[in-house]
């Protein structure tokens, strides 16, 4: 990896770092107005805040690399302050805080292969897969006759988490679950590991 | 989509091609690529090895013509320029470039709207001075002599606040630059005697268009002019180019008639034409 990034290597996707945040250029537009110098307007992703900036740079320029990798890592644990997982491949142990895991924790199980993200070999953030499977801990038992697919009841999943489920679904099913929206995709069968 | 683009882009030329020969233009096919180039500080061109640059516009080339006494020539043109790369631009591109002895930039603006109402069917264009538009986006005056703007300063507000109110409802040609922007335009003052370039650019809907010069006929104060843009370019860290010897030999003797010139992208046009939004969506025809 190259320690500074000049205009001419801009492109999405790229991470830099300005006053010692890593940035995820997310998107790149080259400008070129007139017969004048050519610039580059981005927007920076802040991978510690998950905020978006804009900046627009003058060709010539040049943003300082960041460290930042991305790996699978394996949910181990819960402990007191944070969330414990570990890098499948060197089998190196991160935890990370509540705050860093956010809204995923409730759909973290033991064993979730996810993507960790660092910064300076420091875990800065982890997304689960999209979809995971999880067993429905407790569902109020479906009224009956009540075979309407439009109507939504909540549940409570393994993880702790609830969420709305159709008024079929009973305690012990498996769901499909989106980890972006939280939102129930489907019944399904338990996963081959179980 | 991909026949209506294939379509309407040859249609496009097609009509192009009438416009100008209707007129008593002749079309011209110049050298794409040559040992010498008109250096420019901010455009990088393709050297080819053994053969020299991708030549980034037909200037070079075309004014050779006018020299030579051509008369009125078009020419529409496959242009080269290295790292341009963004939603309007790709390294390689078409232009439509023209120029007609005798006009001055007055009558290089009026035959541009002329072009533009009968080639895309466009309505009047307003003419907005450089110093109106910035007054009117940003209520800066761009030649205020007591604060005086830096040519990168000025070229970033128009850039980020100024262009943005540019042919929003009708096209509009911005002219008067500053004198320091001339690139190959002559210079004159303005009604209040500000020191301003004879280059004008037509905007239509966020989307810069064309950019027209009434041309520098002295080979004195190009080769200046050149030289400075070199300069620029070594500052830049940028390799200085080889200057236009014949052009400027030329321009010498048999001279460069009194022309007005202009350069419209023709992917943009076609842009505007079908309503895409990047210029990928219509450069490769399919």
Same mark, same amino acid.
């Given at each position: 990896?190259?320690s500074?990034y000049?205009?001419?290597?801009f492109?999405?996707?790229l991470?830099?770092q300005?006053?010692?945040v890593p940035?995820?250029m997310?998107?790149?537009?080259?400008?070129k107005?007139?017969?004048?110098?050519?610039?580059y307007e981005?927007?920076?992703?802040?991978?510690l805040r998950?905020?978006v900036?804009?900046?627009?740079?003058?060709?010539?320029?040049t943003?300082e690399a960041?460290d930042?990798?991305?790996?699978?890592?394996?949910y181990?644990?819960?402990?007191a302050d944070?969330?414990?997982f570990?890098?499948?491949?060197?089998y190196?142990q991160?935890e990370?805080?509540?705050?860093?895991?956010?809204?995923?924790?409730?759909?973290?199980?033991?064993?979730?292969d996810?993507?960790?993200?660092?910064?300076?070999?420091?875990?800065?953030a982890?997304?689960p897969p999209?979809?995971?499977?999880?067993q429905v801990?407790?569902?109020?038992?479906a009224a009956?006759?009540?075979t309407a @697919?439009?109507?939504q009841?909540?549940?409570?999943l393994?993880?702790?988490?609830?969420?709305?489920?159709?008024?079929?679904i009973?305690?012990?099913?498996w769901l499909?679950?989106d @980890?972006?929206?939280?939102?129930?995709?489907e019944?399904t069968t338990?996963?081959d590991?179980? | 989509?991909?026949?209506?683009?294939l379509?309407r882009?040859?249609?496009l030329?097609a009509?192009?091609?009438?416009?100008? @020969?209707?007129?008593?233009?002749?079309e011209v096919s110049?050298?794409k690529?040559?040992k010498e180039?008109?250096?420019e500080?901010?455009?990088d061109?393709?050297e080819?090895?053994?053969l020299?640059?991708?030549?980034?516009?037909?200037?070079?080339?075309?004014?050779r013509?006018?020299?030579?006494?051509?008369?009125?020539?078009?020419e529409?043109?496959k242009?080269?320029r290295?790292g341009e790369?963004?939603?309007?631009?790709r390294p390689?591109?078409?232009?439509?470039?023209?120029?007609?002895?005798s006009?001055?930039?007055?009558?290089g603006m009026?035959?541009?709207?002329e072009?533009?109402?009968?080639v895309?069917g466009?309505?009047?264009?307003k003419r907005t001075s450089?110093?109106?538009?910035?007054?009117?986006?940003?209520?800066?005056?761009p030649?205020?002599?007591?604060?005086?703007?830096?040519?990168d300063?000025?070229?970033?507000?128009?850039?980020?606040?100024?262009?943005?109110?540019?042919?929003i409802?009708?096209?509009?040609?911005l002219?008067?630059?500053p004198?320091?922007?001339a690139a190959?335009?002559?210079?004159? @003052?303005?009604?209040?005697?500000t020191p301003?370039?004879?280059?004008f650019?037509?905007?239509?809907?966020g989307?810069?268009?064309a950019?027209?010069?009434?041309e520098?006929?002295?080979?004195?104060?190009?080769r200046q002019?050149?030289?400075?843009?070199n300069?620029q370019?070594v500052?830049?860290?940028?390799?200085?180019?080889?200057?236009?010897e014949?052009?400027?030999?030329?321009?010498?003797d048999p001279?460069l008639?009194?022309?007005?010139g202009?350069?419209l992208g023709?992917?943009r046009?076609?842009m505007?034409?079908v309503?895409?939004?990047?210029?990928?969506q219509?450069?490769?025809g399919?």
């Open positions: 990896m190259p500074t000049n205009t001419s290597d492109r999405k996707g991470k830099i300005i006053d010692g940035y995820l997310v998107e790149m537009n080259f400008r107005p007139g017969k004048g110098t050519a610039l981005c927007k920076l992703k802040n991978l998950n905020t900036v804009d900046r627009t740079y003058r060709a010539g320029q943003l960041a930042v990798t991305e790996f699978t890592a394996q181990l644990y819960r402990q944070g969330y414990v570990m890098n499948n491949s060197d190196e991160y990370l805080s509540e705050e860093q895991v956010g809204e995923y924790a409730r759909f973290l199980k033991e064993g979730l996810c993507q960790l993200m660092t910064f300076n070999n420091q875990p800065i982890v997304t999209n979809h995971v499977i999880l801990e407790y569902a109020e038992p009956k006759g009540n @697919t439009n109507v009841k909540p549940v409570q393994e993880t702790g988490a609830e969420i709305l489920a159709p008024a079929f009973n305690t012990g099913d499909r679950v @980890t972006r929206t939280g939102e129930y995709i019944r338990a996963p590991s179980e | 989509m991909s026949e209506s683009i379509g882009r040859a249609e030329l009509s192009i091609r009438r416009f100008f @020969t209707s007129r008593s233009f002749t110049t050298p690529v040559d180039i008109i250096p500080a901010h455009i061109p393709f080819v090895p053994g020299g640059y991708l030549q980034a516009s037909p200037e070079m080339h075309m004014k013509l006018l020299c030579a006494g051509s008369g009125p020539i078009f529409i043109a242009c080269f290295k790369r963004g939603k309007l631009h390689e591109f078409t232009m439509i470039e023209w120029y007609r002895p006009d001055d930039m007055q009558k009026a035959l541009l709207e072009f533009m109402h009968v895309a466009w309505p009047a264009a450089y110093a109106e538009a910035f007054d009117r986006a940003i209520g800066v005056d030649f205020d002599t007591a604060t005086p703007r830096s040519h300063w000025l070229n970033l507000q128009l850039a980020e606040k100024v262009e943005s109110t540019l042919g409802d009708t096209p509009e040609i002219y008067h630059y004198a320091n922007q190959l335009a002559t210079t004159t @003052t303005d009604a209040r005697g301003v370039a004879e280059r650019e037509l905007y239509y809907r989307i810069e268009l950019n027209g010069y009434h520098l006929a002295d080979p004195v104060e190009l002019r050149l030289e400075v843009a300069h370019r500052a830049d860290n940028r390799p200085a180019l080889p200057l236009p014949k052009l400027l030999a030329a321009m010498e001279r008639p009194p022309c007005t202009v350069a023709i992917d046009l076609m505007l034409a309503g895409a939004e990047t210029i990928d219509v450069a490769d399919i």
